[in-house]
């Protein structure tokens, strides 16, 4: 049974996560800390396979832990449960070594389908950090966009730089929907509902998707496919 260190200063949380998770079948919660303190103190007496983990707490916060946990325990994955999506957090989360990040609002099925994702070897992100991650690219993009002075000649050499053709990679016209989609932030279960098709279809997409970019990491994935036209 997978192994789940819960870590966060709201009690009534650390109970109902431990339920849900336990009423699954599949999960046991090994400990759950109101710190990164304390958190790396249940580390040291039994090691989880998951770690659910929030930003803002009293003493060590989730971006000080995270680090450290990575560091020591890289076999660990790490999954961010916080109502905060600012830059800030999100990149010294994803940075630090979190393999996912979703909002206390996503809901129990969001959050166990992260949990399953992530012990897949998937990364994981919120819709709305996805769409805090698109913002920051954009911003990123048109920092280091050439002026209109230097339009031009120059212009067309930046947009072939910074656009990714997947019929390169061989897509097929269903793959390249998949991509999209991908791209948008979207789990394998909404593209599933979306498509109108089995998650495992999806899957089974997605992998070959990945073979073919030649990256197996979602976020790097997802971060890919913002520079695609579609």
Do not use: W
């Amino acid at each position: 049974m997978t192994k789940i260190l819960l870590v966060d200063d709201e009690p009534l949380l650390l109970e109902s996560l431990e339920i849900i998770l336990s009423l699954s079948g599949d999960y046991t919660v090994t400990g759950k800390a109101g710190n990164g303190v304390e958190a790396l103190e249940l580390l040291t007496k039994e090691v989880p396979d998951l770690m659910l983990v929030d930003l803002n707490m009293p003493g060590m916060g989730g971006i000080e832990l995270i680090p450290k946990v990575h560091t020591e325990y890289p076999d660990i994955k790490i999954i961010v449960l916080t109502t905060f999506y600012d830059e800030n957090s999100i990149s010294h989360a994803i940075a630090g070594g979190a393999c996912g990040y979703i909002l206390k609002d996503s809901g129990k099925d969001a959050i166990l389908s992260a949990i399953s994702q992530a012990l897949n070897g998937q990364s994981v992100l919120d819709l709305k950090v996805m769409q805090k991650l698109n913002s920051m690219l954009a911003i990123g993009t048109t920092e280091k966009a050439p002026s209109e002075a230097n339009k031009g000649a120059s212009n067309g050499a930046f947009e072939k730089e910074k656009t990714v053709d997947l019929s390169d990679y061989g897509m097929t016209d269903r793959e390249k929907e998949i991509c999209r989609l991908i791209s948008e932030g979207c789990t394998n279960s909404q593209i599933a509902s979306i498509l109108y098709i089995s998650e495992g279809t999806v899957k089974n997409y997605v992998s070959t998707i990945y073979d073919k970019l030649g990256e197996h990491d979602r976020t790097k994935v997802v971060l890919m496919l913002q520079k695609c036209k579609f």
